[in-house]
């Protein structure tokens, strides 16, 4: 099993999503705990939570403490699978931000992987532009 403090280094969001993208393709599981602790609004926010469920969706993961403000995740991946997948973030939160957790993982998938994003950010503060 793979562990990590999300409360090292900035405490960012991104700790989170390389760990997902991680152990989806090693087929590891994850525990990470201490989510985005040191943000003014800790733990999963609506971006992370889609991030992670999305990942789930890729490789067929059974996931626990997956809810907005959860501070401590459990992630055990299975096969990449692929296929056609919907996501939505449902906020302005960054669609590039979620692409970077799980394009790699779409890299490793058994079948063309569709991914159809919808409702949310393509220009938000502090993260890449979707252009």
Known sequence: MIEIDGNKKSGSGTILRLSISLASILGEELHIYNIRKRRRL???????????LLAAKLCNAKVKGAHLGS???????????????????????SIPMLLMTILPIC???????????????????YSPTIN
Do not use: C, M
């Open 42 to 52: 800790p733990g999963l926010r609506p971006q992370h939570l889609e991030s992670v």
């Open 71 to 93: 501070e401590e995740l459990w992630f055990n991946p299975s096969e990449i699978i692929g296929g056609k997948i919907e996501a939505q973030i449902g906020t302005a939160g």
């Open 107 to 125: 890299a490793f998938a058994k079948q063309r992987t569709y991914i159809h994003v919808d409702k949310g950010g393509t220009s938000v503060r």
